[in-house]
């Protein structure tokens, strides 16, 4: 089911990646199953408590340590195309002591963030000599900047969430819960071209009010403004994420008013996307005009993640963070507006950040639908 950028793009990722271990002083990248490996080689393995772990070392050539059963599911995958040396291990093994074998006794290796613990450990015990650090400072600066490639996979995603945001109004109505509004909504982000289904809120009336509820048996009443915020993982890997904010019938008055802050917020900070600006200035510009109209204390979040091979990763949008933006950078505009017991609203587009301004990936209506 899963699919990989074309051969040469992973060569070039990889000798990239080395590049930046050299850079970084680092003697070898070490790489668990999850979304560094996907990105350094194309493989989608499924992290188990064998250990599976690609070695880059700063000089040489990488090789990838793999159990005895999983060496088919390795070469099938572009890891034979690419040419990687692959170490198998039997059951009665130490892989730990394999993967030290590759590396110098002194020195440091950067492991991927998303590694297990029991794993980080085990590899800590099998090197003693080796000081371990995060992989994510030496490959952040390669999958921060999305190639034309991955963004045409952004506009793909984009795409397909926004069919199914297309839908909702088949079974968004009064007297389903948000529950059985969940399920058909789910069963849409597969239809539409998702192999996963990463989340799905339906929060309907009070539930809107929550940034991070899910979905409940709370039957959705006339007049309800619901917040449905929806996102799956496409065949190549990459992620969607978008919310769109409904009507179950006429809105009571207080939240109509309110939604349109949120909009002219929300333009706001798509607008003032370009290379050169920092994230939290982005975040600022939504938050200026929310706290400028008195909801400021009611946007309760940050404005926005990085989006890639992860629904969440960086650069995140945020006051604080002060890093300039730059051509290629994905992220989430998700300003939000909580009434805490009453109801909630929020309106999320993935922006990419092109040479002069900012593109949305999710096109579909921000204005909001009373259905
Ligand atoms: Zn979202
Ligand atoms: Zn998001």
């Known amino acids: 089911m899963s699919s990989h950028p074309p051969i040469q793009d992973l060569a070039d990722r990889l000798a990239r990646a080395q590049a930046a271990t050299r850079a970084h002083e680092v003697d070898a990248l070490l790489v668990s199953p999850g979304p560094d490996l996907r990105y350094l080689t194309g493989y989608d393995a499924i992290p188990l408590e064998r250990l599976t772990c690609l070695v880059v070392p700063a000089e040489g050539e990488p090789s990838i340590v793999v159990p005895f059963l999983e060496k088919p599911a390795a070469q099938a995958s572009p890891i034979g195309d690419l040419g990687l040396e692959v170490l198998t291990w039997g ?50 600066e390669l999958r921060v900047r999305k190639t034309p490639d991955e963004v045409e ?96 019938g006429e809105p009571p008055a207080e939240f109509a008013e309110y939604y349109a802050v949120l909009l002219a917020a929300q333009q706001a900070a798509c607008e003032h996307v370009r290379p050169g600006v920092s994230c939290e200035s982005v975040d600022a510009a939504a938050r200026q005009v929310i706290a400028d109209a008195g909801y400021g204390e009611y946007f309760i979040h940050r404005t926005g993640h990085g989006i890639g091979l992860e629904t969440h990763e960086e650069p995140y949008i945020v006051s604080g963070n002060t890093e300039l933006l730059e051509p290629g950078m994905a992220f989430s505009i998700e300003p939000g507006i909580y009434l805490p017991g009453k109801h909630g609203a929020r309106i999320e587009d993935i922006v990419v950040c092109g040479e002069s301004s900012g593109e949305r990936v999710n096109l579909r209506p921000r204005e909001l639908v009373v259905l």
Not at 113 to 140: F, I, S, T, Y
Not at 219 to 237: F, H, L
Request: glycine fraction near 10%.
């Open 153 to 248: 996979a952004l506009r793909r995603a984009g795409a397909a969430i926004d069919r199914v945001h297309a839908r909702v109004h088949e079974w968004l109505r009064p007297g389903r819960t948000e529950a059985e509004v969940g399920k058909d909504i789910a069963d849409a982000i597969l239809a539409e071209g998702h192999v996963t289904v990463d989340f799905v809120i339906v929060a309907s009336g009070p539930n809107g009010a929550s940034p991070h509820h899910e979905v409940s048996d709370r039957v959705i009443e006339a007049g309800d403004p619901v917040v449905v915020d929806i996102g799956g993982t496409m065949p190549d890997g990459y992620c969607s994420d978008e919310t769109r904010t409904y009507s179950v």
């Open 91 to 140: 059951e009665t093994d130490d892989p730990y002591g394999l993967v030290a074998s590759l590396l110098p006794s002194r020195g440091r290796a950067a492991l991927d963030n998303h590694m297990w613990a029991e794993k980080v450990l085990r590899l800590r015990d099998a090197m003693p000599g080796v000081d371990q650090l995060l992989a994510g400072q030496v490959l952040r």
